[in-house]
């Protein structure tokens, strides 16, 4: 088990805080960049680096779920079959797809 290590900042009077230097390095912060503050219902908050990389909530639950699902019920997850994976790739045939290029605007 790794020890916690806590550490205290100010509020100012406009409602601003400086991060402690342990916390600047743990989280690899530099000037300018972004942090990001999550709620829990439980009132603790999490201080973590925001990525540029934007977080879909609804589908981070999804995956949340279904993690706890395989976890608590592994005889669940079965490998598809062979047909299966015959089928998908018949029905996705010769479509090619650039994940890179953006959608169209009606998409």
């Not at 201080?47 to 977080?55: F, G, H, P, Q, Y």
């Not at 639950?61 to 062979?82: N, T, Y």
């Amino acid at each position: 088990m790794t020890a916690t290590l806590t550490v205290e900042s100010t509020l100012t009077d406009s409602y601003q805080i400086t991060l402690p230097e342990s916390v600047r390095s743990t989280l690899h912060l530099r000037k300018r960049d972004k942090i990001r503050f999550s709620l829990q219902p439980d009132g603790k908050v999490i201080l973590t680096r925001a990525d540029d990389i934007e977080v879909d909530p609804v589908l981070e639950q999804f995956l949340s779920f279904l993690a706890k699902d395989v976890a608590e019920h592994p005889r669940h997850v079965h490998a598809l079959s062979s047909s299966l994976v015959k089928r998908v790739q018949s029905l996705a045939g010769d479509v090619e797809i650039n994940l890179e290029s953006p959608l169209p605007d009606k998409d």
